[in-house]
């Protein structure tokens, strides 16, 4: 018969990448973070909009014209 063993601390599958909140080692159940804590600090970034992906948008201004609609176009209800 096989035995398992409750482990617990988690194992540390990549001992050279720390988290990217705290700098500790990351583990496998919440990498790349050490804990459930600093991944919620992660999101709680992101969703405040601390962290910004670079995009090569064009403002308003320097879009291209866009033709007027047709006469017999109806507006949808």
Do not use: H
């Not at 194992?11 to 990498?31: E, H, L, N, V």
């Not at 050490?34 to 910004?52: F, P, Q, T």
């Amino acid at each position: 018969m096989t035995e398992f063993i409750a482990m617990t601390e988690p194992i540390d599958t990549q001992p050279g990448k720390p988290c990217p909140i705290c700098a500790r080692p990351s583990t496998q159940a919440m990498r790349p973070f050490c804990s459930k804590r600093c991944a919620d600090i992660d999101l709680n970034r992101w969703l405040k909009g601390i962290y910004v992906l670079p995009s090569e948008e064009t403002p308003e201004d320097e879009m291209p014209d866009m033709p007027p609609p047709s006469r017999n176009e109806t507006p949808e209800d």
